[in-house]
T-cell receptor
C-alpha cells in the first residue's frame, strides 16, 4: 500500500521557471525527508523537516512540512538544468521505518 | 567521514539461481542499516532494516532474506531468484537514533 503520493509524476520545464512538487499522505509522520536521485545512482538527501509548519531553504529550493505533518512541498525557484532528476519524499513512521513517495521526475530544459 | 559501499554494481542472474548482495559502511559504529528495492524510475520499497548485529526486521514477505554478520556489514540473499526480483537494490545507513539515511550507489539486478 502506497502511503505517500507525489504530484506531478512528471514535469518538464524551461530553465528559469519556478515549480512546486507536492507530497501528500493521510498518515502523520514524525519527520519527512526529500531526496534527489540521478539515473543509476542512490538518492541523495536534500533536507529533513520535523516540526509541523516548518520551512527550510537550500539555495533555490524551499521545503515546507504541513501543519499536521501529513504533507510537504518542494518549491524550486529559477530552475536550472542541474536540477534535473527524480525527487523523492520519504516519511518516517516511528524511528526506523521510512515510507517513500511515488517520485516526481523533473527535466529542466536549457 | 562515512562511506557506504555496495557490490556488485550490476548483476545478471538466471531464474532459480542464488543471490548475495553485500553492503558495507565505513567511518561509523553501530549504524542502522537498510535494504530497499526500486522499480524503474519510481519510489523505494523498504525490504529490511537492522539496528544491530543479528537484528533484522522484515517489512515485506518475499523471496529474499537479510543478514548482518558484522556491525557494518549487511547482506541481502535469496536461495532461488524469481523474475519479479529484478530491480535496483539500494543499501542505506543512518546514525543510531538519527533520522537521516544515506544511500549507497546501488546494484542493478536483472533476472533472466
Amino acid at each position: 500500500t502506497q502511503l505517500l503520493e507525489q504530484s506531478p509524476q512528471f514535469l518538464s520545464i524551461q530553465e528559469g521557471e519556478n515549480l512546486t512538487v507536492y507530497c501528500n499522505s493521510s498518515s502523520v509522520f514524525s519527520s519527512l525527508q526529500w531526496y534527489r536521485q540521478e539515473p543509476g545512482e542512490g538518492p541523495v538527501l536534500l533536507v529533513t523537516v520535523v516540526t509541523g509548519g516548518e520551512v527550510k531553504k537550500l539555495k533555490r529550493l524551499t521545503f515546507q512540512f504541513g501543519d499536521a505533518r501529513k504533507d510537504s512541498s518542494l518549491h524550486i525557484t529559477a530552475a536550472q538544468p542541474g536540477d534535473t532528476g527524480l525527487y523523492l519524499c520519504a516519511g518516517a513512521r516511528g524511528t526506523y521505518k521510512y515510507i517513500f513517495g511515488t517520485g516526481t521526475r523533473l527535466k529542466v530544459l536549457a | 567521514s562515512q562511506t557506504i559501499h555496495q557490490w556488485p554494481a550490476t548483476l545478471v542472474q538466471p531464474v532459480g539461481s542464488p543471490l548475495s548482495l553485500e553492503c558495507t559502511v565505513e567511518g561509523t559504529s553501530n549504524p542502522n542499516l537498510y535494504w530497499y528495492r526500486q522499480a524503474a524510475g519510481r519510489g523505494l520499497q523498504l525490504l529490511f532494516y537492522s539496528v544491530g548485529i543479528g537484528q533484522i526486521s522484515s517489512e515485506v514477505p518475499q523471496n529474499l532474506s537479510a543478514s548482518r554478520p558484522q556491525d557494518r556489514q549487511f547482506i541481502l540473499s535469496s536461495k532461488k531468484l524469481l523474475l519479479s526480483d529484478s530491480g535496483f537494490y539500494l543499501c542505506a545507513w543512518g546514525f543510531s537514533g538519527g533520522r537521516e539515511q544515506y544511500f549507497g550507489p546501488g546494484t542493478r539486478l536483472t533476472v533472466t
